[in-house]
Every structure is written in C-alpha cells, then in structure tokens.
C-alpha cells in the first residue's frame, strides 16, 4: 500500500518561531488532509488539499503532487498550536476508501 | 460547521464484554468510516460503509468487528468480546463522495478494556 512519511517526527519551538512539517507520499493521491490532534484526543481537520496552496489564519499548507510531498506552515507559533501534526492520503486509482495516516510529528510550542 | 458527534466520549469495559460506539455522521453525507489508534500510535482505517453495506475492510476488521445504520442517522461499530489490545482511540468520519472531499472526523470515542 501506499506509504506516507512525516518529517521531523518531533520538533520543540519558543512562542513566536515559525514552522514547516513535511510529509512524502509513496504513490500519486487524490485526497491528502493535514489535521491537528490537540491533547484530548481530538483530530481537528486543517487542510485539505491534494494539490496547490492554502491558507488558514497563521496556517498555510502546500501540495506539490507530481514530486509527491506537502509541507504544513505554521507562523507565530502559539502555545495552543502544540499537539500531534498528522498527514493523511487516500492513493488515486486503486479504489481505496481508507485514508493512509503517517506517524505525525509531535509539536511543542514553549512559551 | 456541521459534525460528526460520537458517544460516548470515553466507556471502560470489561474484557470479553460487547461494546457499542455510535456516531451520528453529517446529515447530506452518504460515506461512513471508523478509525482506530491505539495510544500513542497512527491512526488505522478499520472499515468504510457506503448504501448500507461495507464497502472495504482492513485487516484488522476481523469478525469480532461489525458496523450497522440502524435508523436514517445513527451509524454503529459493535465489537462483540473486547480484549485489552482493544482499547484505544476509535474515530468515526464521514464524507459526501468516496474521493476528491473532505473526510469528517468526529471526536473520538476512548474505549478502555480492562
């Protein structure tokens, strides 16, 4: 099956610094979502996009589908942004209904 | 911003005891999907639901696993005797279309087995 790789799987930040996450897909995708679970638990959906560029208030993610990456941007870092950071892909063409979840990376944002 | 609600939010259950988790995905949606993660690990695609029937199973939906839309909103996962590897994090998700849409996550349902 596809393969999906999260990059840095843990990254420790101070209150203002900017970030990027990383996530490589193994194979071409027609759905990839970016979520953020805080620390109950929650999975709270950022992002979808398959391809292009977004942007959400501080968050901004990017998709370049044909090198098979996207990147996750999160400026003026905030305590509240602390959590796990997952990626997520359902592959294109072979019918697949569930999405693939990568490892995640572990966010902590100090203040 | 409608959503997918889950009960209960947290059940402890002894093991070899059956277990009900319910979620009432988005109302317009017509795909329907549990999720698993066990503590500190990814999140797992269990099964999808689409016309009141599996549409695709992982390997770890085995027979102790089953899933119903009892009624025009309700959408169940059942497992029949729970084991300590059971507890976990389990998510229910929705979705208009089976591709090219967001997929909705409901707040998640930790299951305890003891």
């Known amino acids: 099956g596809i393969q999906v790789e999260q990059s840095p799987p843990d990254l420790i930040l101070q209150e203002g610094a900017n970030s990027t996450l990383r996530c490589n897909f193994s194979?071409?995708?027609?759905?990839l979502q970016w979520f953020h679970q805080n620390p109950w638990g929650q999975l709270i959906n950022l992002f979808y996009?398959?391809?292009g560029t977004k942007q959400n208030g501080r968050l901004s993610a990017t998709t370049v589908a044909t090198e098979r990456y996207s990147l996750l941007y999160i400026s003026s870092s905030q305590t509240t942004d602390s959590g796990v950071y997952f990626c997520a892909v359902l592959p294109s063409g072979g019918g697949a209904d569930g999405l693939t979840f990568g490892k995640g990376t572990h966010l902590i944002i100090q203040p | 911003e409608p959503e997918v609600t889950q009960t209960p939010s947290h059940q402890v259950t002894q093991m070899g005891q059956e277990v009900i988790l319910r979620c009432v995905p988005i109302s317009n949606h017509l795909y329907f999907y549990w999720y698993r993660q066990i503590l500190g690990q990814k999140v797992e695609f269990l099964v999808s639901f689409y016309n009141n029937e599996i549409s695709e199973k992982s390997e770890i939906f085995d027979d102790q696993f089953s899933v119903e839309r009892p009624d025009g909103s309700n959408f169940t996962l059942k497992i029949r005797s729970t084991k300590l590897e059971d507890s976990a994090m389990y998510f229910c998700a929705s979705s208009v279309r089976r591709t090219g849409n967001t997929i909705y996550f409901g707040e998640g349902s930790w299951l305890t087995v003891v």
């Open positions: 194979d071409s995708v027609n759905n």
């Open positions: 996009i398959p391809s």
